[in-house]
């Protein structure tokens, strides 16, 4: 890790495509890396250590409903290769994901959310 300032944008502008379909972000994004995740273990005279174990990691975010996307299509869907590409330049990419949650769609915004997860959740930083 570089010990130098980043003067360029740290955040605000997303970007986000769905199989190659690009959205428009209207709300937050949101997203966990997979990976391992640990959990203390205690005994009842000390903390003994901890476990590990394998943890899914989701890109969430504010999309804005278009006519030619079948909402539909998306709710309960799999096999979806996400990106989001953040201000600050890095790229999470979400591989063979599935969508969760029930899909609402705010008709007086045209908004609806889409949270998809998976076992392969990455980030690419740029140097």
Same mark, same amino acid.
Do not use: H
């Given at each position: 890790?570089?010990?130098?300032?980043?003067?360029?944008?740290?955040?605000?502008?997303?970007?986000?495509?769905? !199989?190659? %379909?690009?959205?428009?972000?209207? $709300?937050?994004?949101?997203?966990?890396?997979? +990976?391992? =995740?640990? &959990?203390?273990?205690?005994?009842?005279?000390?903390?003994?250590?901890?476990?590990?174990?394998?943890?899914?990691?989701?890109?969430?975010?504010?999309?804005?409903?278009?006519?030619?996307?079948?909402?539909?299509?998306?709710?309960?869907?799999?096999?979806? !290769?996400? %990106?989001?590409?953040?201000?600050? $330049?890095?790229?999470?990419?979400?591989?063979? +994901?599935? =969508?969760? &949650?029930?899909?609402?769609?705010?008709?007086?915004?045209?908004?609806?959310?889409?949270?998809?997860?998976?076992?392969?959740?990455?980030?690419?930083?740029?140097?």
């Amino acid at each position: 890790m570089s010990g130098s300032l980043y003067r360029g944008p740290l955040a605000g502008l997303a970007t986000l495509t769905i !199989n190659g %379909v690009s959205f428009n972000v209207v $709300g937050e994004l949101q997203w966990q890396p997979s +990976g391992n =995740q640990n &959990e203390t273990l205690k005994g009842q005279s000390a903390v003994e250590g901890f476990s590990a174990m394998p943890n899914q990691g989701f890109i969430q975010a504010t999309l804005r409903d278009r006519r030619d996307v079948s909402i539909s299509d998306l709710q309960g869907g799999s096999g979806f !290769n996400v %990106v989001a590409v953040q201000a600050n $330049g890095k790229v999470i990419t979400c591989v063979n +994901g599935w =969508q969760v &949650e029930a899909i609402n769609v705010n008709t007086q915004e045209g908004t609806f959310e889409f949270r998809v997860e998976s076992d392969t959740v990455t980030e690419d930083t740029v140097s």
